[in-house]
């Protein structure tokens, strides 16, 4: 049986974006094309219309790429259990605002169990602040919890 991902907006934007002259972006966007083309298939790979709708946003081509680059992509069904667990992250998880739609991706994947969260934001979703204390808030909550991780150290265990 395969693992599941729940692959997170800049992940997407990412794979599609125009390569960058920025050294760390280009390095990131080159492993994302790298974990797309070569890795995505050893896992099961999933989707929300959280993803649909901010991949949707932006420059109209950009967003044309980023939209057909997830087409085939599952897209998990939306529930009310997802945004009420998302209002129990955003007011733990100390995200801002602004980044809400992240606490959207977190309970997805918790939600559904899968086994990681791809993503490239490391601010609020991938890394060791928020991964430990999502997996305090899901101990109480008696829920799974998926491990928040980039698409490069996804690589080093797959």
């Not at 949707?56 to 897209?75: D, F, T, V, Y």
Request: charged share 25%; aromatic share 10%; hydrophobic share 40%.
């Amino acid at each position: 049986m395969k693992s599941r991902v729940y692959i997170e907006t800049s992940v997407i934007s990412y794979y599609t974006a125009k390569l960058s002259k920025d050294i760390r972006t280009l390095s990131r966007q080159e492993t994302t094309i790298d974990w797309w083309e070569d890795e995505m298939s050893k896992f099961d790979c999933f989707i929300s219309l959280a993803v649909i709708e901010e991949i949707s946003k932006g420059n109209q081509l950009e967003a044309e790429k980023r939209l057909k680059a997830s087409e085939n992509l599952p897209i998990l069904a939306e529930k009310v259990e997802i945004m009420t667990l998302a209002d129990k992250y955003f007011s733990k998880l100390n995200i801002p605002e602004k980044s809400k739609y992240d606490t959207i991706h977190i309970a997805y994947a918790s939600f559904y169990e899968v086994e990681y969260l791809l993503s490239w934001n490391m601010k609020h979703i991938s890394n060791p602040r928020t991964q430990s204390a999502l997996i305090d808030l899901n101990l109480e909550l008696n829920l799974k919890t998926p491990l928040l991780i980039t698409p490069e150290a996804l690589m080093e265990i797959s």
